[in-house]
T-cell receptor
Framework: GDSVTQMEGPVTLSEEAFLTINCTYT??????LFWYVQYPGEGLQLLLK?????DKGSNKGFEATYRKETTSFHLEKGSVQVSDSAVYFC???????????FGTGTRLLVSP | DARVTQTPRHKVTEMGQEVTMRCQPI?????VFWYRQTMMQGLELLAY????????DSGMPKDRFSAEMPDATLATLKIQPSEPRDSAVYFC???????????FGAGSRLTVL
């Protein structure tokens, strides 16, 4: 079945450092790919998405590019802030809007 | 902003008691999902509905859990009887099939003693 694999956390960075969180997927067909973010005590919020190969999703300085050849959707940010500390989930939906499949989440901790 | 509303936000109960969690999806959304989040298992899909009909509830322990949508504005998740291992945060999310994006509620944190 469809699955998403994320790098283990926590990822610990200093403010203004460069961030990469790796995400790879296994799916039949042509899934849409997502990054969701969960701040402490809150639900998940959509951060960005990409619906086809080579699409780049971006929001709040975060970017991810849908790479079909490597089945990847890595999340990047050039300069992280303390307020970016959260858990980040990579996810996919396959065609027909069936269930949203999540990775295990990666906790990001940014120190001043 | 339109939002998914979940109640209660927090619930503490004793083992064996019935627990009902409620979700009001965003108006116009025709797909509703229930997820459970724990430290050990991460996010688990319990059930989901489209146009109020259950499409998949294979992630749900059938003997004690039940999920329903009595109308388009209300989804419920019931646990009877509850057990300590049910302690988790339960999230409801809604979406519309064409948009392919889910909006999550803030979650219901359940503690079963």
């Amino acid at each position: 079945g469809d699955s998403v694999t994320q790098m283990e956390g926590p990822v610990t960075l200093s403010e203004e450092a460069f961030l990469t969180i790796n995400c790879t997927y296994t799916a039949t067909g042509y899934p849409s790919l997502f990054w969701y973010v969960q701040y402490p005590g809150e639900g998940l919020q959509l951060l960005l998405k990409a619906t086809k190969a080579d699409d780049k999703g971006s929001n709040k300085g975060f970017e991810a590019t849908y790479r079909k050849e490597t089945t990847s959707f890595h999340l990047e940010k050039g300069s992280v802030q303390v307020s970016d500390s959260a858990v980040y989930f990579c996810a996919l939906i396959n065609t027909g809007f069936q269930k949203l499949v999540f990775g295990t989440g990666t906790r990001l901790l940014v120190s001043p | 902003d339109a939002r998914v509303t979940q109640t209660p936000r927090h619930k503490v109960t004793e083992m064996g008691q019935e627990v009902t969690m409620r979700c009001q999806p965003i108006l116009g959304h025709n797909t509703v999902f229930w997820y459970r989040q724990t430290m050990m298992q991460g996010l688990e899909l319990l059930a989901y509905f489209r146009n109020r009909a259950p499409l998949d509830d294979s992630g749900m322990p059938k003997d004690r859990f039940s999920a329903e949508m009595p109308d388009a504005t209300l989804a419920t998740l019931k646990i009877q009887p509850s057990e300590p291992r049910d302690s988790a945060v339960y999230f409801c999310a809604s979406g519309s099939a064409g948009a392919n994006v889910l909006t999550f509620g803030a979650g219901s944190r359940l503690t079963v003693l």
